[in-house]
């Protein structure tokens, strides 16, 4: 079988845990990097033996042995990247959040349809079994009609503070469930009320609480707090209930499903997402890139999610960041 030969842009903590999961597919080869940062790219290139860097992201979309891309930049420098990629005629793996504005992300939707090639947005969460499993139950009639969601991803407060700098929780994490909610229920939401919580004073808000009305009448709740004590043992508090007419799913991940107490006390790491296993990075991320991968290889688009739910996602999240600096309930329909 011939290998994918896929590059990743953008060379973070998170492009970082993309070239690890790469790393260990037997379909892919991690080809090329590229980040502006000329010593982190030569740390990663010498980590993962890629000899083709670059710190310019058209120099890496005209190299033509280049066949994928993870785009892994912030969330508000999505667009540029990705549109030059489905233009050069790559297959385009996009980080969630999709993009910053509904603009952006109707850009980039557009631009995906038109292209013979595949694309994808990042939604993690799709690929976690547990959450996998709850859309199975949904669709086989377990819970009935969805009437009520609540929804908890929550972080310690030191996690939070690295990037609140550069996103809110409402859209940072948000999105994770706003997508689920809207997955699960195959409606859409009309409104979004939210309110926020400043703590600390740094650019965005520390804690955010949205309600979402759907067209079907069903209710959802996202909460989400990146001001758990410092000293949480776990690196996030993630649950979800779904009640439906005729039953009700809960989900409870990560907290306390594996725990180790050292010198330094109580621990609880990730077991779901990015584990390491057996010497490569395992979970739902590795599981989202090798289905990526594969449909590459077997010629057969993606369709675990479409460009469309990713950008209603946004569309949502910003509706209730709007909602929060207004105070007032605000229609989806009116962020454009």
Known sequence: MNKVKY????????G??????????????????????????KQLADEFGVKR???DYHALLADPEVEAVSITTMWDQ??????????????????????????????????ANASKKYFMVGHICRFNPRYAAAKREIEAGSVGRIVSMYARRNIPAAVGAQVLGKIGPIIGDGVHDTDLMLWYTGARIETAYAQTVDVRGLKHPDI???????????????ENVWFLPDRT????????????????????????????????????????????LHGVRAGAL?????YFATCISE????????AEESMAAVQACLAAEASAATGRVVRVEEVV
């Open 208 to 222: 955010g609480w949205t309600m979402y009305r759907f067209d079907s009448g069903a209710v959802g709740v996202c």
């Open 299 to 306: 010629g057969r688009p993606p369709s675990v999610i479409r």
């Open 286 to 290: 590795r599981a989202e890139l090798d």
């Open 16 to 41: 970082e845990k993309h070239c690890e999961a790469l790393a260990g597919l037997p379909g892919v080869e991690l080809y090329a990097l590229c980040t502006r940062t000329a010593s982190r790219l």
């Open 233 to 276: 043992a776990f690196q996030i508090d993630e649950r979800m209930e779904i009640i439906g007419t005729e039953g009700s799913i809960h989900i409870h991940e990560t907290h306390p499903n594996f725990s180790v107490v050292d010198k330094n006390g109580w621990r609880s790491p990730d077991t779901t997402y990015w584990p390491e």
């Open 78 to 111: 999505h667009a540029a990247p990705t549109l030059a990629a489905l233009r050069a005629g790559k297959h385009v793996f996009l980080e969630k959040p999709m993009a910053s504005t509904v603009a952006d992300c109707r850009a980039i939707t557009e631009a």
């Open 7 to 14: 590059a990743v842009i953008g060379l973070g903590w998170f």
């Open 53 to 55: 860097v670059y710190t």
